[in-house]
């Protein structure tokens, strides 16, 4: 059974433009969760949805998007893009909210 | 002050030795996660607990929820358990991570 897809792996943009990294959930798993690390420190969270429903924001910009699909898979969106947001974006998938999180190996982002 | 503190930061044993990794937090929870990260960024989740105690192989983890602190243990450590472990605070709906323990264990 196939575990948290993401995709890319790895990208290059240049400031100012706009990116869209995706995530498959585990098959079964209705809620998937996005997180940002920065080299040397921890995750941060970005979103949670479940059942294609915003449930969490934390605390960034709004050129930061998602959504979740019928699927359930998800994408997250980065507009405008910044040399800060050069990072590790981790998806997360769980069952249900608070029910355990299976984590993808990311998408790492360089910004130049 | 940090939600999530974890001790020590980094920490080098000899294979075999009895590891013992501290978390504190401040905000409430429904439930812990105690998360191994290796090079390149891959996380895998250990244990999640919302009390007492739970042991996988190795590996044992405890959670006091009155004095919001948990402890991962590693019993007979070994090199392919070098890797960061993190703490991370299940708080409504989303993870707080702690900033690691970098875990190196020589032969």
């Known amino acids: 059974d196939a575990g948290v897809t993401q995709s890319p792996t790895h990208l290059i943009k240049t400031r100012g433009q706009q990116v869209t990294l995706r995530c498959s959930p585990i098959?079964?798993?209705?809620?998937v969760s996005w997180y940002q690390q920065v080299l040397g420190q921890g995750p941060q969270f970005i979103f949670q949805?479940?059942?294609?429903?915003?449930?969490g924001r934390g605390n960034f910009p709004d050129r930061f998007s998602a959504r979740q699909f019928p699927n359930y898979s998800s994408e997250l969106n980065v507009n405008a893009l910044l040399l800060g947001d050069s990072a590790l974006y981790l998806c997360?998938?769980?069952?249900?909210?608070?029910?355990?999180?299976?984590f993808g190996s990311g998408t790492r982002l360089t910004v130049v | 002050k940090n939600e999530v503190e974890q001790s020590p930061q980094n920490l080098t044993a000899q294979e075999g030795e009895f590891i013992t990794i501290n978390c504190s937090y401040s905000v409430g929870i429904s439930a812990l996660h105690w998360l191994q990260q290796h090079p390149g960024g891959g996380i895998v989740s250990l244990f999640m607990l919302s009390s007492g105690k739970k042991k996988h192989g190795r590996l044992i983890a405890t959670i006091n929820i009155q004095e919001k602190h948990s402890s991962l243990h590693i019993t007979a450590s070994h090199p392919r358990d070098s890797a960061v472990y993190i703490c991370?605070?299940?708080?409504?709906?989303?993870?707080?991570f702690g900033t690691g323990t970098r875990l190196q264990v020589f032969p």
């Open positions: 997360a998938s769980s069952l249900i909210p608070n029910y355990g999180y299976t």
């Open positions: 991370a605070p299940d708080n409504t709906d989303k993870l707080i």
């Open positions: 949805y479940y059942e294609k429903e915003e449930r």
């Open positions: 098959s079964g798993h209705k809620s």
